[in-house]
């Protein structure tokens, strides 16, 4: 919304305008809900996971050449490709 008026605004007018946009704050900071955010269902999951003493596994990286570096250098390349 925007209010546009031309000359200096008289003391009603700018009272006025305090007042909606501290109406509009009020009401804004009533809706907000400031319970925080559940994480997301991965987190959570992975969370279970360790609670029972298990190993989360990671989604793969898309494979590239530093994943498969990294990988090779880690040891768990297999011996595939990069094993040549």
């Known amino acids: 919304m925007r209010i546009t008026t ?3 605004p008289t003391e009603e007018e700018a ?3 305090i007042a909606a946009i501290t109406l ?8 907000a809900d400031h ?3 559940a994480p997301p269902a991965r987190w959570r999951d ?3 996971l360790m ?8 989604v793969p990286d898309t494979p590239r050449w530093s994943t498969i570096e990294r990988l090779r250098r880690a040891g ?5 490709i990069v094993g040549l």
Do not use: D, F, N, V
């Open 6 to 8: 031309t000359g200096t």
């Open 15 to 17: 009272a006025a305008a």
């Open 24 to 31: 509009l704050l009020a009401e804004a900071t009533a809706q």
């Open 35 to 37: 319970t925080p955010a």
């Open 46 to 48: 992975s969370m279970r």
């Open 51 to 58: 609670a029972q003493g298990l190993q989360p596994t990671r």
């Open 76 to 80: 768990k390349g297999g011996i595939g």
